[in-house]
């Protein structure tokens, strides 16, 4: 049983629009969630985060969203890049357990020019 | 340059023999982790160390084994390994609780 999920395996934004990227989840202790991005051959880095005290947080393109009472947060870039072309995985963990990860199963974005 | 380095970085193995997976950081995290990667699973936990000689169990520990002798590095060991071990393998690090985990830059498993 999936506690992290990412419904979309695929999704493809034209250059300049918006990405819209979700996930849910299902365990309500997780209290901190992260987006991590992940080009072939190499290992995941980090992107953005948020704690489930905040609804949103912004970086640069980036934006995160919590939806805490839908147990949903989605990742928005704008404008997209075809350099953001990657599978981004969503992750999140709760302070009790540490610093371990639940990732989901990760979307793959692909940006045309 | 400061971060995980996994060795090897691909592996082909026959089944049922003995492989140790290497991670050393140079960050001076205090927690390290083993992640797999396959595809439509996401990456799966399977054993965290939160601080040198402590180790746990993560999603899917069985088959493996680590160790936390020091501070730095994080072996993961297949003590007789299966196809259904073929994987990437990911090893991570964090400082503390609610922060980002960096990962290696992973090591491609075959079990044949």
């Known amino acids: 049983d999936q506690q992290v999920k990412q419904n979309s395996p695929s999704l493809s934004v034209q250059e300049g629009r918006i990405s819209i990227l979700n996930c849910d989840y299902t365990?309500?202790?997780?209290?901190?969630f992260l987006w991590y991005k992940k080009y072939p051959a190499e290992g995941p880095t980090f992107l953005i985060s948020?704690?489930?005290?905040?609804d949103k947080n912004e970086d640069g393109r980036f934006t995160v969203f919590l939806n805490k009472s839908a147990k949903h947060l989605s990742l928005h870039i704008v404008p997209s890049q075809p350099g953001d072309s990657a599978v981004y995985f969503c992750?999140?963990?709760?302070?009790?357990?540490?610093?371990?990860?639940?990732f989901g199963g990760g979307t793959r974005l692909m940006v045309k020019p | 340059i400061a971060g995980i380095t996994q060795a090897p970085t691909s592996q082909i193995l026959a089944a049922g023999r003995r492989m140790t997976l290497r991670c050393t950081q140079d960050m001076r995290h205090n927690a390290m982790y083993w992640y797999r990667q396959d595809l439509g699973l996401g990456l799966r936990l399977i054993h965290y160390?939160?601080?040198?000689?402590?180790?746990g169990k993560g999603e899917v520990p069985d088959g493996y084994s680590v160790s936390r002798a020091n501070t730095d590095d994080f072996p993961l060991t297949l003590a007789s390994a299966v196809p259904s071990q073929t994987s990437v393998y990911f090893c991570?690090?964090?400082?503390?609780?609610?922060?980002?985990?960096?990962f290696g830059q992973g090591t491609r498993l075959t079990v044949v």
């Open positions: 991570a690090s964090s400082y503390r609780v609610n922060t980002e985990a960096f």
């Open positions: 992750a999140a963990s709760w302070s009790n357990a540490g610093n371990m990860l639940t």
């Open positions: 948020i704690s489930s005290i905040k």
């Open positions: 160390s939160n601080t040198a000689g402590t180790t």
């Open positions: 365990n309500s202790m997780f209290d901190y």
